[in-house]
């Protein structure tokens, strides 16, 4: 895995049995590809320590989590030291999203304008609490404005500038 950022792709919360599998809590939303046959994954240390690579052998589904048997560990003794520990990969393995969705990472920090310029504020947290997600944007003055991500306010987004163009419409200010 090469250098660069990494990002969370799930958590070991427990082992499984006493064949060396670990339960894991995921966190992202592509289990499917991410706890595939084959795939590989960094093992990161809640403290300091060394980071480990994994292969995965197996994995599957139970009740909201992932069971994963990782290769070279076969008994419970060999991974009951990974509790806690996160499984990450690296930005460059990013699944590709469809045309106007974005990672989390990729819209928190963008700058907010209107469409006819005027600054708005930062995007400081995303709420998912329905049918559209909610952009929290922190503006100057310290109060925080809650824009809807729908067709109809969020005009633009330029990712590679952190710039976001939107339209206020009539009550959102």
């Known amino acids: 895995m090469s250098e660069g950022r990494l990002l969370n792709v799930g958590k070991v919360v ?18 499917e590809v991410r706890f595939k046959q084959g ?3 960094l093992m990161i240390p809640p403290e300091a320590g060394d980071p480990v ?37 690296t930005e460059d393995e990013r699944v590709p999203l469809e045309e106007g969705e ?3 990472q990729d819209i ?17 947290d995303i709420l998912s609490p329905g ?3 909610i952009w929290v944007v922190k503006m100057p003055k ?13 005009l633009d987004v330029d990712v590679a500038a952190r710039k976001i163009k939107v339209h206020l419409m009539e009550g959102l200010l």
């Not at 427990?14 to 289990?31: A, C, M, R, S, V």
């Not at 076969?74 to 991974?79: A, K, P, T, W």
């Not at 109060?143 to 306010?153: A, Q």
């Open 53 to 89: 690579m994994i292969e995965i052998v197996s994995a599957r589904e139970q009740k909201k989590m992932y069971v994963l048997k990782i290769k070279g560990f076969d008994n419970i003794n060999q991974v009951e030291k990974y509790k806690g520990w996160e499984l990450k990969v």
């Open 14 to 31: 427990n082992t499984h049995g006493i064949k060396g599998e670990l339960k894991i809590w995921p966190q992202t939303d592509f289990p």
């Open 131 to 133: 049918a559209n997600d």
């Open 108 to 124: 928190v920090g963008c700058e907010v304008v209107t469409e006819e310029g005027e600054t708005l504020g930062k995007v400081t």
């Open 39 to 41: 795939g590989k994954l």
């Open 102 to 104: 974005y990672y989390v």
């Open 142 to 154: 310290g109060k925080e404005l809650l824009l809807p991500v729908i067709d109809d306010v969020v």
